[in-house]
């Protein structure tokens, strides 16, 4: 038992003893601290940024409320005509029995009566619809009706300027809603439709809607169809009760207050700000990704600490001669880890909460629209963070350590440089790593999921890792054949293997996730553009009435297409129908129309397409299973009734079958892009007609001639004809006009056009604009410009570290004549040496982990039902031409920012 104590007593004596002389070391070798500080300090701070916005953003339900009630004391919602029931907070009520919603409009004495003597109310509605017209574009705004002149539905907004609305007339938008409207206070807004304007009178901000809203009057908005829509603010003479809560939900009311409502029924548990835990899946990934980042802070790290070691030689030596042993050396290299990784977890934590801190109202405003709830820090989070950061410190260290612990005492005492020799171990450990790494991504790109793939691709990197050091020593080999500069390059590079190696690591692992995920996104991109398929011809024009229609006579299109030949150069102008049920039901009732496909030109497995690999299989192998269109991915047109005046806008078919579909349609026909629905000449269509309540849909079929439009737009599009549509008892409505255009109209011809037709019919201009406009090159320059900071670090890093390590082979230089250029010319070797050697590496191991995944994604995909596009191999040569050229700049850095005289000092060795 003493014996024990004693090692234990030992081992703290011996840790206190390191991290004093770690704190030391710190102190002397302040530009090594400082480098190893900010490595660690900017991710610690960035995370620790994050984690406290977070937090901060996570309102409790307290919060909520206190958001949403003001100066009140409980929110009313009457959600039933009848008795419901309530958790304490008021949000998943339910009804008792089998009564309906409240309907009708709730008046403030029905609200009052309910309440104690003395109780105030005050009206609001949460979100009303509001669309006004901004330079002849059509804006949405998040509208808010209530009184803010009320002290109590005031209190639940701050008024920033102006005044608040007093009439129906008169609206306070927020700041961002004002930019958005371009006007000032005392402007005039209208709105979409034209039928009514109002005055700006004040700037206001709601504390949980921080984007473009919009508060309006009471007055201004009509009632709500249901008295659910709408809740109420109350001011009680007294705290709420048990009784109050009984009467209230026995009439169908829920309350909302600050605190948990006394007297609620249903118990649920505040998971408001808890956690929800994902899958393991999910949680692998997030840990792997974590890893990988870790890995990427101590191979930037670890070569400050290996430099710290070999400049320490002589006290080292000391400790191991005044009976320091093995484990002493080890210890105290590992403290300088520690302390370094305290200090750089504790500057991150501190500059990353004040960040936060002082940042607030920006994330508020920008990210998360809407104001946050107290000051805290998430001390959960930040414990984790610095452990990480401390972890980080002590893991860039430990190689070092390892490699002070078997320094030569004598050599370190005489100050003699020793290169230990570099075991195969290493070498052999890579290879294994990096074998294993490769066939467990193969075998996850066959079988398993994200999390297996990306196992293997950190341990392929881990190999190749561990097999830098041996690829260094190879290539110095070379080094004879080579001209001065280059070839002490290279042997500098060679005996510090533990400095160089770490740094050539992390230009690798930095390059390689910036190409890797490069491919990944140049690879969706074309992906997206090659299964892009238009609902409607590109450049073509579909003008829709904005306003539903009220009877009003329809402008002929004569006129119709004078205005839009005024503004454009218009091929054709045709109106654009659609079918609607026929009058002779309620005005609810809704009519799908579609044409049948033949039970035997049917695909037989629709209904087991994912029950087994074996019918997928065969799914595929059909060709009834194989669709000739398909889906579109922007605008989509609905049922068509025309006569063939508008098929040139919809399809952009040859004239030729525009001719023939156009016969088929005046006899009374239908037209078709699938040639599976047409037999013998003919059609049959069906309509299901759906009402409100429990009968089941009305189905009305009929057969007429048809004609398949096989050339133009490859959509599945269904043309019916007029007498077509009266045989299925549909009825007709005008939907808008369609405009074959040349060439697409740009923003401002569409709003011109909008401004034209104004006078005429309010109409929303549609445009199918063509293939999506790559925007990936941003992110893909980002990609790069992030690994190439991190390159040209490491390399800077790397190559002040070795002229520090290598003063003294440049002074022999200069004692032997050398030019004072060759000193910029070694540091530019030296540069190029680890960006170029680390990005050559990172690019064949980016590309090689994006062909694993994308294969993995491709042939999940080519086993699934229905068929998905696989991706393509795309080459982000956006990202590889800056990463390819980052070396030559760390290059011309090191020699233009390096001194070119060289020192001479007195050498030992």
Do not use: K
């Not at 048990?242 to 998971?271: F, S």
């Not at 809407?370 to 990480?388: C, D, E, K, N």
């Not at 009305?700 to 007498?723: E, F, K, M, N």
């Not at 191991?845 to 694993?852: E, F, K, Q, Y």
């Amino acid at each position: 038992m003493r014996r024990g104590g004693g090692r234990i007593a030992g081992a703290v004596g011996s840790w206190r003893a390191a991290l004093r002389i770690a704190r030391r070391e710190a102190g002397r070798a302040r530009r090594r601290t400082a480098l190893v500080l900010a490595m660690i300090t900017l991710p610690v701070l960035a995370l620790t940024f994050v984690a406290v916005s977070y937090d901060m953003s996570a309102l409790t339900r307290s919060e909520r409320a206190a958001q949403r009630l003001g100066a009140a004391d409980v929110e009313l919602r009457w959600i039933a005509d009848g008795a419901v029931t309530q958790d304490p907070w008021g949000e998943s009520p339910h009804p008792l029995g089998d009564d309906p919603p409240r309907s009708g409009r709730v008046t403030a004495e029905e609200v009052v009566a309910l309440l104690p003597p003395g109780s105030r109310v005050a009206r609001v509605r949460w979100w009303v619809p509001f669309e006004a017209r901004v330079d002849d574009d059509l804006v949405a705004f998040n509208g808010r009706s209530l009184d803010l002149a009320d002290p109590l539905a005031g209190s639940t907004a701050r008024l920033r300027a102006g005044r608040a609305p007093t009439g129906p007339d008169e609206i306070a938008v927020s700041p961002r809603a004002l930019r958005r409207l371009g006007v000032e206070v005392g402007g005039r807004v209208t709105l979409a439709d034209g039928s009514r304007g109002y005055t700006v009178v004040g700037v206001v901000e709601f504390p949980d809607d921080l984007t473009e809203a919009v508060a309006l009057h009471p007055q201004a908005v009509p009632p709500p169809a249901s008295a659910a829509e709408e809740s109420w603010l109350v001011d009680l003479p007294g705290p709420v009760d048990a009784a109050l809560t009984d009467r209230l939900n026995a009439r169908g009311i829920t309350l909302t207050a600050r605190t948990p409502v006394p007297g609620a029924t249903l118990v649920e548990a505040d998971l408001s700000r808890t956690p929800v835990a994902g899958d393991a899946e999910e949680t692998g990934t997030v840990v792997l990704v974590g890893g990988l980042g870790l890995l990427e802070v101590v191979l930037l790290v670890g070569p400050a600490f290996a430099v710290g070691v070999r400049r320490r030689r002589r006290d080292l030596a000391l400790v191991a001669v005044a009976g320091g042993d093995a484990v002493h050396l080890r210890r105290i290299v590992l403290a300088d880890g520690v302390v370094l990784g305290v200090g750089g977890a504790a500057l991150g934590l501190l500059l990353g909460v004040a960040a936060a801190f002082a940042g607030r109202p920006l994330v508020e405003q920008y990210l998360f629209g809407a104001r946050g709830g107290g000051y805290r820090v998430f001390p959960a989070a930040l414990a984790l963070i610095a452990a990480v950061a401390v972890l980080a410190g002590v893991l860039a260290a430990l190689a070092p350590a390892w490699a002070a612990a078997r320094q030569d005492v004598v050599a370190g005492l005489a100050g003699r440089r020793t290169v230990p020799p570099h075991r195969r171990r290493w070498l052999v450990l890579g290879v294994a790593l990096t074998v294993l790494g490769s066939a467990i991504a193969a075998f996850g790109a066959q079988r398993a999921g994200p999390t297996v793939i990306l196992t293997g691709l950190i341990l392929g990197e881990l190999g190749l890792v561990f097999a830098t050091p041996t690829l260094i020593g190879l290539l110095a080999r070379a080094g004879p054949a080579l001209p001065p500069a280059p070839r002490i390059a290279l042997r500098d590079a060679s005996r510090n293997r533990s400095s160089t190696g770490p740094a050539i690591s992390g230009v690798m692992a930095a390059v390689a996730g910036s190409v890797a995920l490069g491919v990944y996104v140049a690879s969706d991109d074309a992906r997206t553009r090659a299964g892009w398929q238009p609902g409607v011809p590109p450049g073509h024009v579909l003008l829709l009435r904005s306003a539903p229609p009220d009877g009003a006579a329809l402008p002929p299109v004569p006129a119709v297409a004078d205005r839009v030949r005024a503004v454009l150069a218009a091929d054709s102008v045709a109106p654009l129908d659609v079918p609607i049920c026929a009058a002779t039901g309620p005005v609810e009732d809704y009519c799908a129309v579609a044409a049948m496909l033949p039970p035997e030109r049917a695909c037989p497995f629709e209904a087991e397409a994912f029950r087994s690999a074996a019918i997928r299989r065969r799914a595929l192998a059909d060709p009834r299973c194989e669709r000739p269109t398909q889906s579109p991915e922007g605008m989509y047109l609905p049922v068509v009734v025309d006569d063939g005046t508008a098929l040139p806008a919809l399809t952009d078919a040859p004239p030729d079958e525009v001719a023939r579909a156009t016969a088929v349609l005046r006899a009374g026909g239908a037209v078709v892009t699938d040639p599976r629905y047409l037999v013998d000449g003919t059609v049959a269509l069906t309509v299901d007609r759906t009402t409100e309540g429990p009968d089941p849909p009305v189905t009305t079929t009929a057969t007429v001639p048809g004609y398949v439009l096989r050339g133009g737009l490859p959509v599945d599009r269904l043309v019916l004809s007029a007498p077509a549509a009266t045989r299925l008892g549909l009825a007709v409505e005008h939907l808008g006009w369609a405009v074959a255009t040349d060439d697409a109209p740009s923003a401002a011809q569409q709003r011109r056009l909008a401004a034209e037709l104004r006078s005429l019919v309010p109409v929303l201009v549609e445009v199918e604009p063509g293939p999506p406009a790559s925007d990936q090159r941003p992110l893909l320059l980002l990609l790069a410009l992030g690994s190439g900071v991190i390159t040209l670090g490491a390399a800077g890093v790397a190559t002040g570290l070795a002229a520090a390590e290598g003063r003294r082979d440049l002074s022999t230089l200069a004692a032997v004549g050398a030019s004072p250029g060759l000193r910029r010319v070694l540091s530019l070797c030296q540069a190029g040496l680890i960006a170029g050697l680390g990005s050559v590496l990172g690019i064949v191991a980016g590309l090689g982990s994006a062909v694993i995944i994308l294969t993995s994604v491709n042939r999940q995909y080519a086993d699934a039902w229905p068929v998905e596009p696989s991706y393509p191999i795309v080459v982000p040569w956006l990202t590889l031409g800056v990463l390819v050229v980052v070396p030559l700049v760390a290059m011309l850095g090191a020699g233009l920012l390096t001194r070119s005289r060289l020192a001479v000092e007195r050498r030992l060795d």
